[in-house]
């Protein structure tokens, strides 16, 4: 049951947890015989790691990926026995949160490779993941710096890795010829470390097929709900569904402008929902239905969902309002102090992104402080 405080807030989230667990398990199912692992990166995509992790932990997650190890010392408790991977490796001065808290580094590079084996010579054995980089060119050691490092008489037999890993970078793209090179390449550096566990794919890698799976997927956007391959029918469920109140509706003349800018301009009488929301709550600039640069590229701004359609945004997002099209609603259909949808249920929030000229992922890890949230179909 909602809160009061829910109940009456400006604008809102409702954050499906069942939903959550439900996408985890589609995508550990598609994963065929590699296990599924969690990534909990940016507060879990900003619905909340404190409510995230529980829920995928409960739906059978056993490991998880976040992006550096302050996140990895807030998930330990929560994930007790859990394996806990760190997207940004190890440097000085912050190895003893991996081992006061059983993190594993990925070692991105020759100068972290360094840093973490100085660390075992103090503390003794730890555990660590070997990035490779297969044509990302963002982080990881090149296929022919792995493989010499497999082959190098002088490595230290403490130095044994628990998972080669690397990243694709067109996985959203099936068609793109680039996930062939990479698997490829992949491969060459995983066959220098023979029985050592393998991970490439991350959410468009599980969609690519079985070749692409070896042994751990890292699902990420899709278990969030969000889209992992360009063009098709997205499978997953959405998780969070945000709203904000309408604060007034009034009706503009025809020929009358609205908006910074007089950005929107009107053939016909139209009604104006004014409503909460703006890019203060990461309700972006870019996805206004007027007057800024990115609108000569795309065709219109976003949609919101109110009364069973969906209505247009009009003119700019500003700090803390937007403005919505509802004329086509029955005119006392519409009043102040109804909650319209931004994305959710109803509107696809990888669509409200495409009208922004960006990615549901960005929309996601973008939410304000000021949203009330309202977790729901948890344990």
Excluded at 93 to 104: H, K, Q, R, T
Excluded at 131 to 157: C, I, K, Q, W
Excluded at 165 to 175: E, I, N, Q, V, Y
Aim: overall charge negative; some cysteine.
């Amino acid at each position: 049951m909602h809160d009061p405080d829910f109940l009456s807030a400006s604008n809102r989230l409702t954050i499906d947890l069942a939903a959550l667990a439900d996408n985890w398990r589609a995508m550990n199912d598609r994963s065929g015989t590699a296990r599924a692992a969690a990534v909990l990166k940016a507060d879990a995509y900003g619905i909340g790691i404190a409510q995230a992790a529980p829920a995928l932990y409960a739906a059978g997650a056993r490991d998880f990926f976040v992006a550096n190890a302050e996140e990895g010392a807030e998930l330990r408790p929560l994930v007790p026995d859990g394996r806990i991977y760190i997207l940004a490796g190890m440097w000085p001065g912050n190895e003893e949160l991996f081992f006061d808290n059983d993190l594993v580094p990925i070692i991105n590079s020759e100068e972290q490779l360094a840093v973490f084996m100085a660390a075992l010579s103090e503390r003794g054995d730890h555990p660590c993941v070997l990035h490779v980089d297969t044509g990302m060119n963002r982080l990881g050691l090149s296929v022919e710096e792995a493989v010499a490092l497999a082959n190098d008489p002088a490595r230290p037999a403490s130095f044994s890795p628990v998972l080669i890993m690397s990243h694709l970078a067109c996985g959203d793209d099936p068609k793109h010829p680039m996930n062939l090179y990479q698997l490829d390449r992949f491969h060459e550096a995983a066959a220098a470390f023979a029985g050592v566990p393998a991970s490439l794919a991350n959410s468009g890698g599980v969609f690519l097929g079985k070749d692409y799976h070896f042994d751990l997927t890292r699902p990420g956007i899709a278990v969030y709900g969000g889209e992992a391959v360009n063009g098709a029918i997205n499978p997953m469920k959405p998780v969070v569904t945000a709203e904000a109140r309408i604060i007034q509706v009034r009706t503009v003349p025809s020929g009358a402008t609205a908006s910074y800018g007089a950005s929107a301009r009107f053939s016909r009488d139209t009604r104006i929902a004014t409503v909460a929301i703006g890019y203060a709550d990461g309700y972006h600039r870019s996805v206004s239905g007027g007057g800024v640069t990115l609108r000569q590229a795309m065709p219109s701004g976003a949609y919101g969902f109110l009364h069973g359609r969906k209505v247009p945004h009009v003119g700019r997002v500003t700090m803390d309002l937007s403005l919505f099209d509802v004329t086509d609603l029955p005119e006392k259909a519409v009043r102040a102090g109804d909650y319209i949808e931004l994305f959710g249920r109803n509107v696809a929030i990888d669509d409200v992104a495409r009208a922004g000229g960006t990615i549901g992922y960005e929309l996601l890890t973008s939410l304000g402080h000021r949203y009330h949230r309202s977790y729901i179909g948890g344990a």
